[in-house]
């Protein structure tokens, strides 16, 4: 009796404790945790912005002066980088390329995840077109680096949840028509949604700076308007 009392007490004990010990990493966010509501989209949108600081400091500017008469080398020690867009010979491994590759299509990454779950957590609807449209905004200009840089690219509106929805996409390089197509689309809708949004700070995308980058567009296109 004693024995099987002890048997019953170690069963107890161990369906207690099943639960105590599948614990959640304290030090990461997972997919499944996040997402759930306007503060988690919020911090989501400020990760995305925050990319944008690496993209600015040197990238942009280096490849737009660098590489046209405005500007040449005149310090000693340029980086081998610095070099080829001095001299307009380009290598795959090229920082400053490399910099505008990865940071852009981590934005549009970013931007993917938002946009694909933002319809399956309820809040605010005003909130939600408004982080709909920064997102939106975000992808757009993204994509108007890398067309502007590259040319054909990789065109990803969805967000992947598995290795094997990676593998199947469609990862050619798309004409450059068709990718400025999806930067207006993007911007016409952000300039929409953002209409009338009060209280974003200056560095927050805006219904002014969705129309600014699709004048630019126009412009870098030569689409006009009536």
Known sequence: ???????????VLMTSCSDFLELEPEHQISEGSFYQNANDFETALI??????????????VYLGE?????????WTSPT????????VNFTPANGFLNTVWSIS???????????SRLDDVEMNESVKNQIRGEALFLRAYGYFNLVRTFGPVPVVDVAFR??????????????VDQVYTLIEQDLIQAATLLNGVAALGKSRASTGAANTLLGKLYLQTSKTFI
Not at 47 to 60: D, E, V
Not at 66 to 74: G, K, P, S, V
Request: hydrophobic share 35%.
């Open 1 to 11: 009796m004693k024995n099987y009392c002890i048997f019953i007490m170690t069963l």
């Open 47 to 60: 990760g995305s912005y925050s990319g944008l600081q690496n993209l600015h400091n040197t990238a942009l």
């Open 66 to 74: 660098l590489t046209t008469d405005n500007a040449e080398i005149q």
């Open 80 to 87: 081998v980088s610095e070099v080829e867009l001095d001299e």
């Open 105 to 115: 299509f981590t934005t549009v990454s970013r931007s993917n995840n938002i946009l």
């Open 162 to 175: 598995s290795p094997a929805e990676i593998n199947s996409y469609d990862m050619s390089r798309k004409p």
